[in-house]
């Protein structure tokens, strides 16, 4: 029953049902839901469609409008450019794995922290600012991971790419160009080539 999916209901009058606690819940409390790390879903409540995208995206939104929002409006702008674009699903992908990576990290600096003071510690601002003070080449380390890991995955998806370019333009025959580029074309002239009547040199 932990894993059971928790359903989330959403009605037309855009009210939130929690189907576990039988009770209207705002967007906030989805919010929680997933610092939380549970697993829930949000579907609508007359067709089923899953809608749970659309509420994570709502609560990015209102968290965007807040006051320190995570996205600037550069990111934002080369973000929009690559839907439509033929590398979509890769940086969808590259973006998974460099956050999942980040998370990583956190997750290994919380297990140092619990380490250093106790399996229960309260793991607050001051805390973090001591650990990371003491910690400075733990971080570096895992940041350098970070990083080296990141690179690999970039080299990977454009080596993906130039295979993808081979691929699709290795079934084109392209005339005179077997042995590369052709020369240029003052080079290409014969005399046969040159207007009748002239005279030969």
Known sequence: MADQIRLIKKYPNRRLYDTQT??????????ELVLENANFQVVDAKTGEDLTRNILLQIILEEE??????????????????YGNAMQGMMGKYLENNIKGFTDMQAKL???VRSVYGENATVSQDLWAQFLNFQGPAMQSMM?????????????????LDSQTRNLFSGFQFPNFAGG???DKKDQQTP??????????
């Open 192 to 201: 046969s080539s040159e207007p009748p009547g002239t005279p030969n040199k």
């Open 144 to 160: 350098g991971a970070y990083m080296e890991q990141s690179k690999k995955m970039y080299a990977q998806m454009q080596e993906q």
């Open 181 to 183: 580029f052709p020369a």
């Open 22 to 31: 039988s009770s209207y819940i705002t967007l906030s409390d989805v919010k």
């Open 110 to 112: 919380q297990e140092q």
């Open 65 to 82: 409008a807040g006051g320190a929002p995570m996205f600037t409006s550069d990111l934002l702008s080369q973000m929009i450019r690559f």
